[in-house]
């Protein structure tokens, strides 16, 4: 009887520490990378449509649009032209932090903070038609 709670409990735990992937990208986010000159603003909406704003030195931020999709924790995407991200990227998240891992063999690691988009960056930002970075 003792081992059946166990078994019991421990199946919640496990249900308890699940990461709805999906639901816990949603938001706006924020990479900088000051040794590398780049910055970049991304927001994930509900509907699978995403919005990055990317700053390369001190130039204006780029906008590049598109649509993402999510199978268990990886993360991939579209460009509203079509072409596909440069990778997918396997997702992990720690409180406020989600880090994005490249699974095109770089295993290029990026790290992004919950941070709303200033609007500034919205409203002065050059909008690109084709693919960017993500």
């Not at 994930?44 to 906008?63: H, I, N, P």
């Not at 032209?81 to 295993?107: K, V």
């Amino acid at each position: 009887m003792l081992a059946a709670i166990m078994f019991i409990a421990t199946g919640c735990n496990k249900e308890e520490n699940k990461i709805d992937y999906k639901t816990a990208i949603l938001g706006e986010w924020l990479y900088a990378a000051d040794d590398m000159g780049v910055s970049i603003y991304v927001e994930f909406e509900a509907d699978g449509d995403f919005s990055l704003y990317q700053q390369l030195g001190e130039g204006r931020y780029r906008k590049y649009t598109g649509s993402w999709t999510c199978e268990g924790n990886i993360l991939s995407g579209t460009y509203t032209d079509g072409s596909p991200w440069g990778s997918s990227y396997m997702m992990a998240f720690n409180a406020d932090t989600m880090t994005l891992t490249a699974q095109n063999g770089s295993n290029e690691v990026m790290k992004y903070v919950k941070q709303s988009i200033p609007d500034e960056v919205q409203e002065e930002c050059i909008e690109v038609k084709s693919g960017g970075s993500l």
